[in-house]
């Protein structure tokens, strides 16, 4: 690997300044946009395809919609819904078939990738909200999403049956406002990031057994001023936290990025200080290279991308960048790919030295959503290969 040695003194020189990034950027940027329509074949499970909300003006009106993006041709596609799409998540048994859901809101629909249309509107139940995050049942059949009961915060998981989106009961998730979910070997794990002024709730992480539906696990960070938002559990079963401050009107509040080894405990970053105290607001979206243990971690609102060594919990390389939301990955491992900028651009930033690659930048794409879906990658994940092919 080509990582250099990092202190906080050559951090310091790292490219922090957000001027300097965007100008260098803007110039390679120039004829590199997006084309909607080729005669090859767009959906090639061969090739890098992103999926993400966005959304984009139509006449004096916001349109929100899924945007679909073929990397690879530098293609898109976009398909008007209802609301801005937050998680994303694709059907086990149909490539083609994609569930959509709205942070914090009512809404979420069912696409079909192929015909480029809504194929259902959905809604949460009365008096329920959707966190934006879902998981599928590896047969499928069942949708597991993630809820709060907008008049008491209190967090469940709603478990739904696919073809109706009839839920058939709720668990508890057993704290407030709970928002990202993951489920692996038959456990789903989901973050509560809401407090009660007595103490009595805390954010925290739960696994729950779905064979018994009893708590497994409860996680809790040692730092109070954070949330548990976003988490990856990666494939030897550690744990990456990205976190918001509780404080969201404290424009200066810091978030946090915490790692957890399996049947350790969690330890939050406190080092060192120049990138510590550059991270103000939510960190966001994360990404992991397991091979070589990295995780990628956008922070939108300091303007800044991070990278960590999870074995050595330490940082590996921090610099300044517009706006970032999404991180996701290429199908060969050897890229991160960055959702980023209020103009909406995409870049592939090199797993070796983690650099971004300024010929690699394509805009605008329209995708402002928080997550980016490299769709090709997720097919290998949740399907086997005679069905994905």
Excluded at 334 to 360: E, G, R
Aim: glycine residues 6%; proline residues 3%.
């Amino acid at each position: 690997m080509l990582y250099p040695q990092t202190t906080a003194a050559t951090l310091l020189n790292m490219p922090l300044n957000r001027r300097q990034f965007l100008k260098t950027f803007a110039v390679s940027a120039v004829g590199s946009g997006l084309i909607s329509c080729t005669h090859k074949k767009f959906l090639n499970v061969d090739e890098d395809i992103f999926l993400s909300g966005g959304s984009y003006l139509d006449g004096e009106k916001t349109q929100h919609a899924l945007i679909v993006i073929n990397m690879t041709q530098q293609e898109k596609r976009v398909i008007d819904i209802a609301f801005l799409a937050h998680g994303i998540y694709i059907d086990p048994r149909n490539k083609y078939r994609v569930f959509c859901f709205e942070k914090n809101g009512h809404n979420a629909c069912e696409i079909d990738l192929q015909t480029k249309a809504v194929v259902r509107q959905l809604q949460a139940d009365n008096n329920q909200l959707f966190s934006g995050h879902a998981s599928f049942s590896k047969d499928g059949k069942t949708l597991y999403c993630v809820e709060t009961n907008k008049d008491n915060r209190q967090g469940s998981i709603s478990i739904r049956n696919t073809e109706t989106f009839v839920s058939t009961h709720q668990l508890p998730t057993l704290g407030l406002e709970p928002h990202d979910c993951q489920l692996k070997d038959n456990v789903l794990t989901v973050s509560n990031t809401g407090s009660s002024g007595a103490g009595f709730h805390t954010p925290s992480l739960v696994s729950i057994d779905l064979t018994t539906e009893k708590l497994i696990e409860r996680i809790r960070l040692d730092d109070q001023q954070l949330n548990c938002g976003h988490f990856e559990i990666t494939d030897n079963n550690d744990i990456v936290i990205a976190s918001a401050p509780i404080n969201t009107d404290d424009k200066t509040a810091l978030g946090g990025i915490s790692f957890r080894q399996e049947n350790k405990d969690t330890i939050t970053m406190s080092q060192p200080d120049v990138v510590i105290q550059r991270m103000t607001g939510e960190a966001l979206s994360i990404a992991i290279d397991n091979k070589n243990q990295i995780a990628a971690i956008s922070h939108p609102e300091a303007n800044l991308l991070t990278f960590w060594s999870m074995k050595d919990k330490k940082i590996i390389k921090a610099f300044g960048f517009e706006k970032p939301r999404g991180i996701s990955q290429t199908l060969d491992k050897k890229n991160f790919v960055i959702s980023y900028s209020n103009k909406s651009a995409m870049v592939k930033i090199d797993m070796q030295d983690l650099t971004p690659q300024v010929d690699s930048i394509i805009q605008p794409t329209l995708a402002s959503g928080e997550h980016l879906l490299n769709w090709s990658v997720s097919l290998r994940d949740v399907m086997p290969k005679r069905l994905y092919n």
